[in-house]
């Protein structure tokens, strides 16, 4: 069963603007199995999985290139950097958009080649699991707090309750276990262990697996806290700059996003330091050990888990229509929180997240410490539980999480 990504015209589009496009994101996300679904007729594909394949790509690029030939799909392209300077030459001397459709799963230093060698004849695309909308076959539009664009949204989306929110959350965002029944525990289990020795391993400078796995796991822990550098390094027993190499490292693989602190000059008292989010969620959750979707709810770090699983959807439909997410957050030494905020059009839109179904009024009580940045302050919203879209006042209103 194939489940239509909301990249497939973003991709189709940038195919029309660029010889080359990169579908870079984490393993297993459904990279692969989009590219060769909108594939037309003849596009030849080739993985550098394969040993053979690779050394022949690493040793003899130019034969590679006469043995699959254009237009073609190019998967791992990051096991063999030296092939880019001969797809520059062939682009450069072709000048067809379209011929190379390469996928990378990580985001580690020969991935950076792509850009740098390919400078203006590619577009980078980055893609991450199946988000919600996705799966119920919703919009396919960027989230936005403007209430018009809600009730638009209220026509596609289908209404979940807190059981189906957390059976999503605890299950994750990988195609794989929506294509067949599969054992949760067992999946994730295979998936972690072929992050760590395949890329990990191959692609970065960690030496100790087994730390950098404890250190996966707090990161678990931790999720839609403040990053502390010190204290994960202690619960691991590595250095301060060690844990932030790492942390970097879980970033560029796209597991985990950081959200920074909204800045500006009027504000004072920020704190500086980012929050950390899992993006996948199925994950999270077995690194933390939770079993079952039922105990998650009502466990510790239920609402961490909804947080994370708010924060990731609304990443996601960024990404899933070609858009940076212009999202950060606000948090100051009074301890005064705003879990989002997304900036456009030097406008700002804030955003609570509560695990509740009838969130309060004080629930955007902070909204107005925007204010003191002089810039306009778009309607908000507070992401919860909630059955309907229901107004909290005149600008704001309580968003049911499945309509993100």
């Not at 950097?81 to 230093?109: A, R």
């Not at 970065?204 to 403040?226: H, I, K, N, P, Y």
Request: net charge neutral.
């Amino acid at each position: 069963m194939y489940i239509e990504r909301n990249l497939e015209s973003v991709v189709l589009k940038a195919s029309n603007n660029f010889p080359v496009i990169l579908i870079t994101g984490p393993r297993q996300v459904g990279k692969t199995t989009m590219l060769e679904r909108i594939a037309e007729d003849g596009r030849n594909y080739v993985t550098l999985d394969q040993p053979m394949v690779r050394e022949l790509a690493i040793n003899d690029p130019e034969l590679f290139l006469q043995r699959y030939q254009p237009p073609v799909i190019i998967d791992e392209i990051q096991y063999a950097p030296e092939l880019l300077p001969y797809i520059k030459i062939y682009v450069d001397q072709h000048k067809t958009k379209g011929d190379f459709w390469l996928i990378g799963s990580q985001m580690f230093h020969p991935m950076k080649n792509v850009s740098e060698s390919l400078a203006g004849r590619v577009g980078i695309i980055n893609m991450l699991g199946l988000s919600n909308s996705e799966l119920m076959g919703g919009t396919k539009t960027s989230f936005t707090t403007d209430k018009t664009a809600l009730f638009k949204r209220l026509n596609t989306a289908k209404p979940q309750n807190l059981k189906e929110v957390y059976e999503r959350i605890y299950k994750g965002s990988m195609p794989a276990l929506y294509d067949a029944e599969q054992n949760i525990e067992q999946y994730y289990s295979s998936y972690v262990n072929t992050y760590l020795q395949r890329d990990v391993k191959n692609l970065t400078q960690v030496g100790d697996e087994m730390a950098f796995l404890r250190f996966l796991s707090t990161c678990a822990a931790r999720t839609s806290q403040m990053v502390n550098y010190a204290d994960m390094a202690k619960d691991v027993g590595i250095s301060p700059p060690t844990a932030k190499q790492w942390l970097s490292i879980l970033v560029s693989s796209g597991i985990i996003t950081l959200v920074e602190p909204y800045f500006n000059n009027a504000l004072k008292r920020i704190i500086k330091s980012p929050n950390m989010y899992f993006l996948d969620t199925g994950l999270c959750a077995y690194l933390t050990r939770w079993t079952s979707a039922q105990s998650l709810e009502v466990g510790a770090m239920s609402g961490a888990f909804f947080e994370t699983y708010v924060v990731g959807e609304i990443v996601k439909s960024y990404y899933h229509a070609g858009k940076r997410p212009p999202i950060f957050y606000y948090r100051d030494t009074d301890n005064k929180e705003i879990d989002l905020i997304i900036e456009q059009n030097n406008i700002l839109y804030p955003i609570e997240i509560k695990k509740s179904s009838h969130p309060k009024k004080d629930a955007i009580k902070h909204f107005k410490l925007l204010e003191k940045t002089g810039k306009q302050i778009g309607p908000g919203n507070v992401i919860c539980l909630s059955s309907d879209l229901i107004p909290i006042d005149q600008n704001n209103y309580c968003v049911p999480v499945w309509l993100i």
